[in-house]
């Protein structure tokens, strides 16, 4: 059965114009960091914690992903997953890296999603790691 880890950490979908810089410490102390840049803007989801200072931003995301590496020849392993959460009109925002699938979903629907997903999914949570 397919392994969901939810991670205890909460966090932050910011958004910068293409000319402001973003703070370098978020790649070294976050958990997770993810930056996405184009024509129009800058944005990325890293923990909460670490963007206090960032006006534009979207607090109170949680996250889970699919455990162990997923080759790019796998498919549909994502989409029930997120159909599940969008019959129950619950929000979010996905990051694909080279090894997995990340989802994000507001925190207070955490225990909503949970209950959408355990029955198909084997549930793990992870502990917050202590970074910086």
């Not at 890296?97 to 793990?124: A, C, R």
Request: proline share 3%.
């Amino acid at each position: 059965m397919t392994q969901l880890v939810f991670s205890s950490a909460n966090f932050s979908i910011c958004k910068f114009s293409c000319q402001e810089e973003v703070p370098p410490n978020l790649i070294k102390n976050s958990s997770f960091f993810c930056m996405s840049k184009t024509a129009q803007e800058v944005s990325l989801i890293a923990e909460s914690r670490f963007v206090t200072e960032i006006p534009e931003k979207q607090d109170g995301w949680g996250m889970f992903y699919i455990k162990g590496e997923i080759s790019f020849a796998v498919t549909g392993l994502l989409s029930p997953i997120l159909e599940r959460m969008a019959e129950a009109k619950i929000s979010i925002c996905t990051v694909s890296t080279f090894n997995t699938d990340y989802v994000f979903f507001e925190n207070k629907h955490k225990n909503s999603v949970i209950d959408l997903l355990k029955n198909n999914y084997t549930i793990e949570e992870e502990s917050q790691k202590t970074s910086g």
